[in-house]
């Protein structure tokens, strides 16, 4: 798993000499994990299984909800044996979203971390949306 300040090698298009993107404002990466703001006082972590870029070149992460609720904005230390976290029927859940490197409220704070196993299979379909649709429709998965 990687740290949260650990950076990868240059982006294609970086000059020789310049400083790597940090971690939380580069394009999704499968495996990343974004700590996601629910609340003024609550947040939780979403895991980005993989990533696809749409007809129209927007890029897109199949995001799922970690099981994780803080106060404050999560680590990377949090996450070893953290599992992904279902609907409260008990349904597994993942989206499709956009814009993860640029909602406020989202920001990675780890790479290269290996999915959790889950008893259940992906989702037949998954919706589109933004990286803000993970605040509100967290309530969905947790009980604030």
Known sequence: MAAAGKTRGAPQGRQPGQ???PIHSRPA???SVYAVRYREDLWGAAYCHE??????GSVRGQMEYLDLLSPNPPT???LPG???RDRRDGQRWQS???GLEKTPGAKRIAIDVPAPAHDQPVPERLPFGGARDLQHLAGW????
């Open 96 to 98: 499709w979203c956009s």
């Open 76 to 78: 990377a230390d949090q």
């Open 29 to 31: 990466d499968p495996g």
């Open 51 to 56: 990533v696809r870029t749409d007809e129209r």
């Open 141 to 144: 998965n947790f009980d604030f």
């Open 19 to 21: 400083p790597p993107a």
């Open 82 to 84: 953290t599992a992904f």
